[in-house]
Structure formats: structure tokens, C-alpha cells
């Protein structure tokens, strides 16, 4: 029996929140932090997105502050990705495919919501581009990283791409969370594609 709708959404985000938490906390080992540290960069990528969402529909509070869950969430994550990070063949790899997985999830998640509030789907193809992606801006700032969206590989483009299909599959007569699943496939599968065969879009601004 499929779950109603709200409840694959909240599963979906608090899913987002953990993955990215532990994205954020992954970057921290990278940099040697202390646990506080990692709890502090984990949470502010947890939540970076999905707060700047809020803020922007004029959702307040926001989420998180509304349902401390989520905060209790990033915690945890970034607690127990202390302890294991260390053990991880490659930190930066396993970053690089949390980030991918948080991003597929945070596009159709930000955009559903933005549809909730009642938004035009264009508002909400932004929202769940941009719930989608500043965490990580929040996660690489903090931490003194490179942005991972001034990669060359395909990553705004594959939240974009998630957002979209999710929309577009909103409109067929589809069961209930298959657009979700869909958004979120498409999304994850482009961004590891991309990851893997070095897939990017033109840029004039480039030189190969």
C-alpha cells in the first residue's frame, strides 16, 4: 500500500536533511574539525536549503524551528559520521555521492512544497532548484571548500531537469508519488552520469 502523499514528502525530506547533513559533515573530516564542528557544518547543510525556502514563501517560522526533528536528525547524522569517517576509503568520494543523492531529493521536495503554498510552477521549479542547492553552498562556504557548483560536471542542471520531470509527471494521471520518484530518478541519475563520465554543459567561458 503506497503512503499518502505528505507522508512520502516528509519521508523524502527528512531523508534530504540526513544525506546532506552527512555531506556536511564529511566535508568537516576533510578539514580535520572536531565534532562540534561537524555538527555545526552538517546541520547548517541539513537545513541551508530547505530554510532559505521557507523564508523566501514566507513560511515562518520555518521548518525546523516549527518541528525540531530536523535538527534532531542532523545531529545524529553528523554524530555518527564522525565516528565513521575516519574508516571511509575516500571521504571526498563519499561527499561527492551524498551530495548527489541530497540534491535528486531536495529538487522534487522544494518544489512540491512550493506547490503546496500555492506557488506558479515556474516559483516552484526555482524553489526546488534552490532548496536542492544551498546547503551545499552553505556546507562549502563554511568549511573554506571549493563550491561544488563551480564544477564542470552537469549540478544545477540535474536539479532543474528533477524539478521539471517532477512537474511535468504531476500532470498525468499517474498513482500517487510516482512524479515524485520520477523527479527524483531523473535527477540523481544525471547527476551521477555526470560524476562519472565528467558530463558538462558548453561554456564559451571554458577552454578544453
Known amino acids: 500500500m503506497l503512503f499518502e502523499i505528505t507522508d512520502v514528502v516528509n519521508i523524502m ?3 534530504a536533511v540526513a544525506v546532506f547533513a ?3 559533515a564529511l566535508d568537516a573530516a576533510r578539514q580535520k574539525m572536531d ?3 561537524f555538527m555545526l557544518i552538517g546541520t547548517a547543510t541539513g537545513i541551508g536549503g530547505g530554510t532559505l525556502r521557507d523564508l523566501l514563501l514566507g513560511n515562518v517560522p520555518v521548518f525546523w524551528i516549527r518541528e525540531p526533528i530536523w535538527i534532531i536528525i542532523c545531529l545524529v547524522s553528523t554524530a555518527i559520521t564522525y565516528f565513521i569517517a575516519p574508516k571511509l576509503v575516500s571521504i571526498t568520494r563519499a561527499l ?3 551530495d548527489a543523492v541530497g540534491i535528486a531529493l531536495f529538487a522534487v521536495v522544494g518544489t512540491e512544497i512550493a506547490l503546496e503554498f500555492g ?3 515556474l516559483i516552484a521549479i526555482c524553489m526546488g532548484v534552490m532548496t536542492a542547492s544551498f546547503g551545499g553552498i552553505a556546507r562549502d562556504v563554511l568549511s573554506g571548500s571549493n563550491l561544488t557548483l ?3 560536471e552537469l549540478y544545477i542542471t540535474t536539479t532543474l531537469a528533477g524539478s521539471v520531470m517532477y512537474l511535468w509527471l504531476n500532470t498525468l494521471s499517474l498513482p500517487p508519488n510516482y512524479d515524485l520518484i520520477g523527479g527524483f530518478c531523473i535527477a540523481f541519475i544525471l547527476r551521477a552520469l555526470a ?3 565528467h558530463i558538462k554543459l ?3 567561458y571554458r577552454k578544453d
Open 22 to 24: 552527512i555531506s556536511g
Open 96 to 98: 561527492i555521492w551524498m
Open 202 to 204: 558548453p561554456n564559451l
Open 119 to 121: 506557488t506558479s510552477p
Open 13 to 15: 525530506g527528512l531523508s
Open 35 to 37: 565534532i562540534l564542528g
Open 195 to 197: 560524476i562519472s563520465f
Open 150 to 152: 563551480m564544477n564542470e
